[in-house]
């Protein structure tokens, strides 16, 4: 562990201004709360906000799980796990299972997530209405006066233009029946985990300096037509490691001819689905030589 | 100063860094699920105030936030010790307001329900610039009556509908919380504290009185 910084990096004023926000975030579930975002050892964009929220929640006690796009081995999980490892001396882990904290670029882990689990996500814009309308001031006012019809006249025109909703992620949700939220950049395939989660999840965006959170047990309804309903992402393939059909594949091209396969996004889920598998094998070894 | 030095310089965390981020993360759960009892440990006050309140106020005040104190909160102090202002401002550094609009933390007590009318509930553009409540139950009037309030709660948090039932508390603070919800996404957060215990009830719950026989 590294001296010469406080405990998880922040110092205790910043990590202070931090907390008040966040318990005014899962008061006002959805709503985006401003805070004093600090300057972290990387660019923005690299999961900042992110980090920021689990300098400010994390404990000794803590095990903490960090994945992007659902992997545990990649850049951006591997260098923010060794900097709480270096600046906390907090346990880390792959295990969806055994961590209290999860911070995550663009996914949820596929294992359901516990009561007691905290999810911390990585936004890069918080505002699911910037791209309509540019202005902070007024996206504000809008917000305020729950005037949310524009979003749906953004998912019609792709209806008509492509003949269904082509948005795929960031699709955006109304939480508690107040707020329209980005649920930052995980697939739509996710967007239903949002749902009544047993899980608080907490949303820092460290560029934009916003941080938003969805309490426990906490309706959030994607936004969708009667006649043209919310639907995840679904595949024909399964996954060609472990063979798992309900999770979310990414498509890896694997040749000059277009051929494809598909793979599990979330690493923790496919390892243990093979080592299931494996250790169903080696069970039923045994038994086949059993007479009768 | 006449007043005994000790209470005062011997109620802050022996170790700040650990002991504010534990708080708080039973502060989050009980923001995140609210209107559980959760017990915040034993700690020296430097007043008659209870406990888990001192401990709050050490994990979420600095300098930053303006503190306001309700009359009866001021009145319970112990003349034999020092004022929970002077402790306040020796250990958090936060400024003590005297209008109450103006604070981000009020200190009340269970005779105040008629005070959070004066409270800062935020604006519309920016409904998190509101105060919190912190409430002592074991302080005011009706603290030591018997009086308690039977709540029935739902809302984000909750999977089910749940009962609660807060000691001390007047049948006035009922109508006060429910207007207090209709403001929503405005309007107050509370903190129930009462010894080393404390229950939250943000803006977003929904509550019911619930009718008590016996018992």
Known sequence: METGYNFAYLDEQSKRMIRRC?????????????????????????????????????????????????????????????????????????????????????????????????????VPIPEPLRFIE???????????????????????????????????????????????????????????KLHQSPALMVFGAGREKRLYAIPPYTDVESLDFEDFPFEP???????????????????????????????????????????????????????????? | MAFAAEGLYQSGFENPVEQSQQCYRYLLEGFSRPGRWA?????????????????????????????WLSPAMIAADDPERHPLTTAIKFYTASPIVEIASQAQFALLTSADADLLKGLAIGTPEY???????????????????????????????FADIRTVSLPGLSSAWLPAMQENRQLFPLGLDFIFCRQEEFLVIPRSTSLEAVKCTSQ
């Not at chain 1, 964009?45 to 994945?67: P, R, S």
């Not at chain 1, 591997?78 to 270096?86: C, D, G, K, L, T």
């Not at chain 1, 880390?92 to 009561?115: D, F, G, N, S």
């Not at chain 1, 007024?138 to 019809?149: K, N, V």
């Open chain 1, 233 to 292: 992402q679904r595949w024909e393939g399964c996954c060609a490691l472990c063979g798992a059909t309900g999770s979310f594949l990414d498509e890896i091209i694997i040749d000059d001819r277009g051929r494809r396969r598909y793979q599990c996004s979330d690493t923790d889920y496919c390892l243990q689905q093979q080592n299931r598998e494996t250790s169903e094998k080696v069970e039923h070894t045994p038994s086949q030589g059993d007479p009768g």
């Open chain 1, 134 to 192: 540019p202005r902070e001031t007024e996206t504000r006012t809008m917000h305020a006066l729950s005037e949310y019809g524009i979003m749906h006249v953004k998912l019609y025109e792709d209806i008509a233009r492509y003949g269904h909703v082509a948005t795929t992620y960031a699709y955006p949700v109304k939480v508690n029946g107040r707020y329209v939220m980005d649920p930052s950049p995980i697939p739509k395939f996710d967007n239903p």
């Open chain 2, 127 to 157: 409904p998190d610039r509101s105060a919190t409540c912190l409430v002592d139950l074991s302080l005011g009037t009706a603290a030591n009556t018997g009086a308690m309030l039977h709540l029935a709660c739902s809302g984000p948090g």
């Open chain 1, 22 to 122: 966040l318990l005014k975030a899962v008061a006002i579930p959805g709503y985006q709360v401003p805070f004093g975002g600090r300057e972290m050892p990387m660019p923005y964009g690299w999961g900042t906000g992110g980090m920021q929220v689990t300098a400010a929640l994390i404990g000794k006690e803590d095990y903490l799980k960090v994945i992007d796009q659902g992997a545990d081995d990649t850049t951006n999980a591997v260098s923010i796990r060794a900097f709480f490892e270096n600046v906390a001396g907090v346990k880390t882990t792959t295990r969806t299972t055994e961590a209290t904290l999860i911070q995550t670029r663009h996914r949820i882990p596929e294992i359901p997530v516990k009561a007691g689990q905290i999810l911390v996500f990585q």
């Open chain 2, 39 to 67: 017990s915040l440990g034993a700690i020296n006050t430097p007043t008659s105030i209870s406990s888990s309140l001192w401990t709050i106020l050490l994990t979420l005040c600095d300098v930053e936030t303006p503190v």
